[in-house]
Structure formats: structure tokens, C-alpha cells
């Protein structure tokens, strides 16, 4: 599950505004080539306004002076509230701001200039108010310190404390709940607290596939109630795919705090702007929870598995009823072991966990880009990682729909490595001219010995008529009009997953193809739809619908597909946009003397979503309110199926799949071969 977005009712920084040209001090003196008023958000475009504008000291000062201004105008009106909420949002807020300037580094620094010694001369209400409201949220004990010493000088003034001043961190913590995919890989952690009566939460994403553990996505919520009922109902959907479990408040300061620095540890982090905004109030939240190590949380040593533990695992695969069909080759075991070792030391120590994101991480970046294989164990690498998932999903205990929905991904992700450039590190150490004249000539020698036969080299397939670059493939693949494709055609997005595995002539036309899939999903052709390239570097459509798009009746599957794990997309409906992953899985000479003249299914999972239904999530919607007879929106969902497309929820299965059903309806699809 993904965080949703904060949406109009929800709490957003919106204190945090421009000072408007009414409320800034008189700038004449300075004559500033800008209005402050209409400052760049991003700072590289802000930092460029202020480069290009060459300006003087005393212009200088005065913008520094304009932005404490803008900076107080966040706290006007948290001064008629009781509750320090508001005002810990805005200093959050005003601290990952001064992160980002600082580039992370030296952020007290940055706190100082920018905002504390301004309000250390101010002797406002506002300004004490900011002091304060930095106090409760800033992230070393020293900064809390020096900040609350600028405070107490404006005490001493006589300055008036904000009504909320006493309250600051008198919080109350709440109940805290994990929702997780069952493979470990993401989490949605929700963090309730009460100031008073008042109950607010804090919600963040943790990814496990990086550093233990990440937090991407963090952000407050007002209504924790409605948060934990989204969690349920989201558990629910998902039987056997998610997991909602009540932990421990120690617990959730661990994978918080751990979370966060990792995220702070982590070059060029991929986190949200909300995650910047909140990340000082969330630790500041942090310190009112149990201590890291409490009663309901086991220290954990970081101590590396050592060697005969991971030749245990490996003995332990091997003796497995999913390992009979591998031979114990020294290929077969050298893949195993490095299998193992990615799961110790790439993956927390937990070399007993298998999941799609980790299988994607371990051959599409690990093995493709940091490993050297030699060819055997490259070869046996994907029957090794098929028995391998197999084998850790039994011991995992994974429910039927995790291993049906692991085992499709591991299949895809097994396809696309084999049909993926080849990368030599080798090569490119070679080619950089770093290494001596002499390491330079023995390399070489090695690798021309390694060179394959030449039967076994891969050639470009260039398209008749030029418009789509041809993929790698090899001598023996069969790419004539005359074969049959295997297609697995996917539904992004869709959990559980919708797909069908169909089989097609490779004549047939992107038009043809567009009329099998429109029947096997049972969509009704009313949007317009396009196809686009390995790659997305070409797009085609209905002549004269699309623009830049290629006339899909030019195009055969054979052309823009040529190879075995080619993978090219469609989409249909750009309101809703239902977007589908096409699959070459199979490459077939035809059976028989005359190749086949239609489409047909072979398998495949679920009803596919009906036309107009608000894309995957609008189906999700849908599917949920007319299963649940006191869903407020029941009966309105249950109106539009009837009468939208005729179909009455006493009838409505969307886990229904029949592929003899859509193989008949494929029989209206004539695929004759121009």
C-alpha cells in the first residue's frame, strides 16, 4: 500500500506563505531588482535569481531580512490557538527547508543565520513564538539548547509566550500499527498521539530493500481513526498479500528513527517534499515514545551470518524437494552462494526472505552490474532463482496468493535478465585507461579467451520497414510471420494482479493485436488507445487519432517485437488510462501445416475492470463498496454496474476467469493474413 497524498482537508504547511508587498518593510533604500512577494519554490532557481542579480551587501541583508519576515508570517496564527500542533508543523517545516539549503550539512549553521539570530533581535511575540516552536522540534539536544537560551533572553524582555508555549511536547502516545506486504519489503507505519483531546498521527512509508530499512514518504494526518480503518479495510483486500498488526511503541520509534537516518545517510534520497517538511517533527514525536530498546523490543546485534551458517543454507536448499531438478553442479552451486551471500549482506541479514523487489534488485542490478559470472553459472543462474523462490516461499509460509504473485514476477524479472544487454565490468575497467600497459595486455588475454562461439552471438534484426529498431535475439529464434507469440499481457497497477497469456500469429498487425486485447479484457472500444516500442521510442495508433503517433496497420507483431522477452506497452482509455504490459514469452514455430488464424487464451487471473470505472484505483473502489452491503457508497456503485453495463451484483465476481470463455469470443476476431 502506498501513502495516499494529504487532499484539501487535510493539514498542509499553509502557513508558510510570501510576505505580501503590503506587510514587507520598505525596501527603497535597497531597491531590489525582485519582488520578494513572487519567490521561486526550488532553490536552484532561487539560488540562480540571487547570482544573476548581482546584489550589494545592503541588498543582501535586506533579502535575509525579508525572509525572517516571511518566515515569522508562518506563526500569525498559531497565536490564538491553544494547541502547539500548527506551530510545530511551520518550524518542521522551516528546519527541512534549512536542511535542503545546507545541502545537510552544517544545518545548525544554516538555523542561525537564517532564522535565530534574527528573532534573538526581535523582541516580538512572533519571534519568541518561532524560538519556541523550533525548540520543541530541532533535532540535537545542543540546538534545542542554544535555541531555548535565545528564548529565554526574549523572556527576559518581558516578551509574552504564546498561549501553546506550555503544552509544546506534553503529548500523549497513542496506539501505533504496521501494515505490511507479506514479502517484507514495504511497510505503512501509522503513529497516534493526543495533545489534550485532540488526536492527530504521523504516517510513513519504510522500504526494507534498502539499508534495512527507509523511510520515503512521511506525513501528518488529523483523523487516526480514519487512517486505521483505511489500513483494515486495505488489509483486508489483500488477504494473503498484506498484514495489519499492532506493535509496540518502541517498536515503531526503531523503525522510525533507524528509518530516518538512513534516508539521512542515503546520497540524493528519493523522498518526498512532505517527508522534508515533517521529518523534524516526526523525531521530535520520536523522543516522547519508550526508549528504542524497551520492554516490547529485542536489541539487535548487527553481526554478519558467518561462512558456515550460509553453507548450512546452501546444504539445506539443496536437500529440498524444489532444488530435484538441479544437479549440484559447481555452476548451480556457486549461484546458490551468491543467492545467499546477497541476502546477508545486502539485505539485512536476512538471506530467508525472497520478494519480487528483491529478486529484481539481486539480477537486474546486483548480478547484471556489479558481478563478473562465467557463462556456466550465468546460465543456470535463472532455474537456480526459480527453485530458489520456491523454496524460501515454503519456508516463509507464504499464503497461496503471495506465491502465485511471486512466482509471475520472478518469471518476468527471469525474462527480462536473459534478454538484457550483457554488462562487463571488465570491460569498462579495460576501456577507462586506468589500468597499467601490463594488467591492460592480461586482461585482454582473459577475455578473449572467454569470448563465445560465434553460433551463440546475438545479431540486430532491423525492421522492413524501418521504423522500429529490431532487439538482440539470437540465430535459432523463430521472428517469421509464420510463428506464434506467447504473450503475457498485464494490467499495471492491478493488485491482485489481472493478466491474460494469450497466443497469437506473428503477422497480425497492431490494430489486430489492438482488437484481441480489447475482447480479452472485455472493454468495449469506446476510448482511443495507443502501442508503444521497447523503450517508448515509438507510438502508434488509429491513422489520423493520435498525433505523433506511427499507423498501427503498418506494423506487424513480428517487426516491433522480434525476440523471445521483447516487452512493449498499450494503453487504452487516456481518462482512466489503463495501461498493459505486453510480454513476449515464447517464441513458437506454428503447429501444423497452416499457422493459426486466431487468437487464444491459454490462461490468466481475474475479471478485467469495465470501461469508465476511474482507472485501477476507481476499480478497487468500485469492487469494494458493491462487496460490502453497509458501504455508504453501495448501493450507488451497485446502480451504476446495472445501468452503466448491465450487470447485476448478484452476478459480479471479480475474481471470475474463464479462458475457454474469452478463447470463444476471440473466435470473432478474424486475424487474416494480408
Same mark, same amino acid.
Given at each position: 500500500m502506498s501513502l495516499r497524498r494529504r487532499g484539501k482537508g487535510d493539514r498542509s504547511n499553509r502557513h508558510l506563505r510570501a510576505v505580501s508587498p503590503e506587510e514587507q518593510p520598505d525596501a527603497s533604500a535597497t531597491d531590489l531588482p525582485f519582488d520578494l512577494s513572487?519567490?521561486?519554490?526550488?532553490?536552484?532557481?532561487f539560488a540562480a535569481l540571487l547570482e544573476s542579480s548581482a546584489l550589494s551587501?545592503?541588498?543582501?541583508?535586506?533579502?535575509?531580512?525579508?525572509?525572517?519576515?516571511?518566515?515569522?508570517?508562518?506563526?500569525?496564527?498559531?497565536?490564538?490557538?491553544?494547541?502547539?500542533?500548527?506551530?510545530?508543523?511551520?518550524?518542521?517545516?522551516?528546519?527541512?527547508?534549512?536542511?535542503?539549503?545546507?545541502g545537510h550539512e552544517d544545518v545548525g549553521s544554516v538555523i542561525e543565520e537564517a532564522f535565530l539570530l534574527p528573532a534573538r533581535g526581535s523582541s516580538t511575540p512572533l519571534a519568541l513564538a518561532l524560538l519556541r516552536a523550533l525548540e520543541a522540534v530541532a533535532d540535537t539536544a545542543e540546538l534545542r539548547a542554544r535555541i531555548s537560551a535565545y528564548a529565554s533572553e526574549l523572556s527576559a524582555r518581558g516578551v509574552a509566550d504564546p498561549r501553546w508555549a506550555a503544552m509544546l511536547g506534553q503529548v500523549e502516545v497513542g496506539g501505533c500499527w504496521q501494515l505490511a506486504d507479506v514479502f517484507g519489503d514495504q511497510a505503512s507505519l501509522?503513529? #497516534?498521539?493526543?495533545?489534550?483531546? !485532540?488526536?492527530?498521527?504521523?504516517?510513513?512509508?519504510?522500504?526494507?530493500?534498502?539499508?534495512?530499512g527507509w523511510v520515503k514518504d512521511l506525513y501528518p494526518a488529523d483523523d487516526p481513526d480514519r487512517v486505521l480503518k483505511e489500513f483494515r479495510k486495505e488489509a483486508k483486500r489483500n488477504v494473503g498479500l498484506m498484514e495489519l498488526t499492532a506493535i509496540g511503541p518502541g517498536t515503531a520509534r526503531r523503525l522510525l528513527e533507524d528509518g530516518i537516518q538512513v534516508a539521512d545517510m542515503t546520497l540524493n534520497p528519493d523522498v518526498t517534499e512532505e517527508y522534508l517538511q515533517t521529518r523534524a517533527v516526526a523525531l521530535a514525536r520520536?523522543?516522547?515514545?519508550?526508549?528504542?530498546?524497551?520492554?516490547?523490543?529485542?536489541?539487535?546485534d548487527d553481526v554478519e551470518v558467518p561462512d558456515e551458517e550460509r553453507d548450512?543454507?546452501?546444504?539445506?536448499?539443496?536437500?529440498?524437494?524444489?532444488?530435484?531438478?538441479?544437479?549440484? #553442479? $559447481?555452476?548451480?552451486m556457486a549461484a546458490v552462494s551468491l543467492l545467499v551471500d546477497y541476502g546477508c549482506d545486502y539485505d539485512d541479514n536476512r538471506p530467508l526472505r525472497v520478494s519480487p523487489a528483491k529478486t529484481a534488485g539481486f539480477l537486474?542490478?546486483?548480478?547484471?552490474?556489479?558481478?563478473?559470472?562465467?557463462?556456466?553459472?550465468?546460465?543456470?543462474l535463472p532455474s537456480v532463482v526459480g527453485a530458489w523462490n520456491r523454496w524460501v516461499a515454503t519456508e516463509m509460509k507464504l499464503a497461496p496468493a503471495a506465491r502465485e504473485e511471486l512466482f509471475a514476477a520472478v518469471d518476468s524479472i527471469v525474462l527480462e535478465f536473459e534478454g538484457a544487454p550483457s554488462h562487463d565490468p571488465l570491460a569498462e575497467l579495460m576501456g577507462s585507461g586506468e589500468l597499467p600497459p601490463e594488467l591492460a595486455q592480461v586482461f585482454a588475454a582473459l577475455s578473449a579467451d572467454d569470448q563465445p562461439a560465434p553460433a551463440t552471438r546475438g545479431r540486430k534484426r532491423a525492421s522492413k520497414r524501418g521504423k522500429v529498431s529490431g532487439a538482440t535475439r539470437t540465430e535459432s529464434s523463430p521472428a517469421g510471420p509464420d510463428a506464434v507469440y506467447q504473450l503475457k499481457i498485464s494490467l499495471r497497477g492491478a493488485r491482485p494482479p489481472i493478466w491474460r497469456r494469450l497466443r497469437?500469429?506473428?503477422?497480425? #498487425?497492431?490494430?489486430?493485436?489492438?482488437?484481441?486485447?480489447?475482447?480479452?479484457?472485455?472493454?468495449? $472500444?469506446?476510448?482511443?488507445?495507443?502501442?508503444?516500442?521497447?523503450?517508448?521510442?515509438? !507510438?502508434?495508433?488509429?491513422?489520423?487519432?493520435?498525433?505523433?503517433?506511427?499507423?498501427?496497420?503498418?506494423?506487424?507483431?513480428?517487426?516491433?517485437?522480434? $525476440?523471445?522477452?521483447?516487452?512493449?506497452?498499450?494503453?487504452?482509455?487516456?481518462?482512466?488510462?489503463?495501461?498493459?504490459?505486453?510480454?513476449?514469452?515464447?517464441?513458437?514455430?506454428?503447429?501444423?501445416?497452416?499457422?493459426? #488464424?486466431?487468437?487464444?487464451?491459454?490462461?490468466? !487471473? !481475474?475479471?478485467a475492470p469495465v470501461d469508465d470505472s476511474g482507472g485501477i484505483w476507481g476499480w478497487e473502489a468500485i469492487c469494494e463498496a458493491v462487496a460490502d452491503p453497509s458501504h455508504p457508497d453501495h448501493e450507488d456503485r451497485v446502480e451504476w454496474l446495472d445501468g452503466a453495463h448491465g450487470i447485476d451484483a448478484a452476478d459480479f465476481d471479480p475474481a471470475h476467469f474463464s479462458a475457454a470463455d474469452i478463447t470463444r469470443a476471440l473466435r470473432s476476431v478474424p486475424l487474416p493474413k494480408a
Open positions: 513572487q519567490l521561486p519554490d526550488n532553490e536552484e532557481e551587501p545592503a541588498q543582501a541583508e535586506e533579502v535575509s531580512r525579508q525572509l525572517f519576515a516571511t518566515a515569522l508570517s508562518g506563526f500569525e496564527s498559531t497565536l490564538r490557538l491553544r494547541d502547539p500542533l500548527e506551530a510545530e508543523l511551520v518550524a518542521s517545516a522551516l528546519l527541512g527547508a534549512a536542511r535542503q539549503l545546507s501509522l503513529c #497516534t498521539f493526543h495533545y489534550g483531546k !485532540r488526536a492527530h498521527a504521523f504516517l510513513a512509508l519504510l522500504d526494507f530493500n534498502h539499508g534495512g520520536c523522543r516522547t515514545m519508550p526508549d528504542r530498546l524497551g520492554e516490547d523490543l529485542a536489541d539487535k548450512r543454507i546452501v546444504r539445506t536448499f539443496f536437500d529440498s524437494d524444489q532444488a530435484r531438478g538441479l544437479r549440484r #553442479t $559447481d555452476a548451480e537486474l542490478d546486483f548480478v547484471h552490474r556489479k558481478v563478473i559470472l562465467d557463462a556456466g553459472t550465468k546460465a543456470v497469437v500469429p506473428a503477422y497480425v #498487425t497492431l490494430a489486430q493485436l489492438h482488437e484481441v486485447i480489447q475482447v480479452a479484457f472485455g472493454w468495449d $472500444d469506446s476510448h482511443l488507445h495507443a502501442f508503444y516500442s521497447p523503450g517508448n521510442l515509438l !507510438r502508434f495508433g488509429a491513422p489520423g487519432m493520435l498525433d505523433d503517433a506511427e499507423d498501427e496497420n503498418g506494423v506487424r507483431l513480428f517487426e516491433i517485437a522480434p $525476440d523471445a522477452r521483447a516487452k512493449f506497452a498499450y494503453t487504452y482509455d487516456f481518462g482512466d488510462d489503463w495501461e498493459h504490459q505486453i510480454l513476449v514469452e515464447d517464441i513458437q514455430e506454428s503447429v501444423g501445416s497452416e499457422p493459426i #488464424t486466431h487468437a487464444e487464451c491459454v490462461t490468466g !487471473r !481475474r475479471a
